[in-house]
């Protein structure tokens, strides 16, 4: 504990909020480690969803030379849907 000067009782005093303050820091620390946890949780669920909704999402557009185009060719009505009938 730290040397006070001044009252007889101003010493004791102190060092009691001393104490007091030391374990309050403490506690502060250690939640804040919980917390920093927490978010590293939260980011790495995030970022699953993210790739779990990536995965189930409909067909994917893709950018060509242009205009947004569906990677899936639509067929048509009455097409059978054999692969001969898709023109390039």
Known sequence: MTCW???PHGGAELDAAEERLAKELEAVR???EELGCAERVLI???AQIEA???E???PAAGQVA???VLLVPHREKGMD???GQFRR
């Open 5 to 7: 000067s001044g009252s």
């Open 30 to 32: 250690a939640e804040g």
């Open 44 to 46: 790495r669920l995030n």
């Open 52 to 54: 779990e909704a990536d």
């Open 56 to 58: 189930t999402s409909g």
């Open 66 to 68: 242009g205009p947004a």
């Open 81 to 83: 849907g054999t692969a």
